[in-house]
């Protein structure tokens, strides 16, 4: 893993703590590769063997090629997909919603994760080396954004921000005026408002 995506990697498996000690084979990305046409970013292949299949903080999905749910499939399906959405986008002059190609077209993006808002996430081949591709968020049909930093560093702001949220984030605030004190910190303590505490929930 290059030396500079060493801190975020660091801070986010401190994050999410010790994984539930999975054994992968060496061939179990070749596959995916040979489909991508490329290795794939080191941190993320090294997150995936590590961890596996699951969700980050409940929320962000990844998947391993060997996993319950194959990473490659779900590849080609976002491929497919996402391909047919730009194309009926492009027809419509709503090229903006849709700035980048999708694998397999050259320097399409390729897909590694969704959340549960139905976000989905790709990596951006701007370059010849894959730990210097950046992350492409396509929004739930709202266009997209780039993150300009590798998988690791986008995985640790995505649980920061979770972190980062006031106490009583996600609870209407007419409920202010008739919950005790007693039970707000019950909400909190059970995660049904505020911050969402890091964990790794494998499948």
């Given at each position: 893993m290059p030396e500079q995506q060493m801190s975020a990697w660091d801070e986010l498996c401190a994050l999410l703590g010790e994984p539930a000690g999975r054994q992968r084979a060496p061939d179990d990305w070749d596959d995916?590769?040979?489909?991508?046409?490329?290795?794939?970013p080191g941190d993320f292949t090294s997150f995936l063997d590590t961890y596996g299949t699951g969700q980050v903080t409940g929320e962000?999905?990844?998947l391993h090629p060997r996993g319950p749910s194959p990473l490659l499939e779900r590849m080609r399906t976002g491929h497919?997909?996402?391909t047919g959405l730009r194309r009926r986008a492009l027809a419509a002059g709503r090229a903006e919603s849709y700035p980048y190609p999708f694998h397999p077209e050259p320097g399409g993006l390729i897909w590694w994760g969704r959340d549960q808002d139905g976000h989905e996430y790709f990596f951006l081949p701007r370059d010849p080396?894959?730990?210097r591709w950046?992350?492409?968020?396509m929004l739930h049909e709202e266009g997209c954004e780039t993150f300009d930093g590798?998988?690791?560093a986008f995985a640790l702001a995505f649980v920061r921000r979770l972190l980062d949220v006031d106490p009583y984030e996600g609870l209407d605030p007419a409920a202010l005026d008739f919950l005790e004190p007693e039970g707000l910190e019950e909400l909190v303590a059970t995660g049904e408002i505020g911050p969402v505490q890091p964990r790794f929930e494998p499948v």
């Open positions: 995916v590769e040979r489909y991508v046409g490329s290795a794939l962000l999905t990844v497919e997909t996402f080396h894959p730990d950046t992350v492409v968020t590798p998988f690791s």
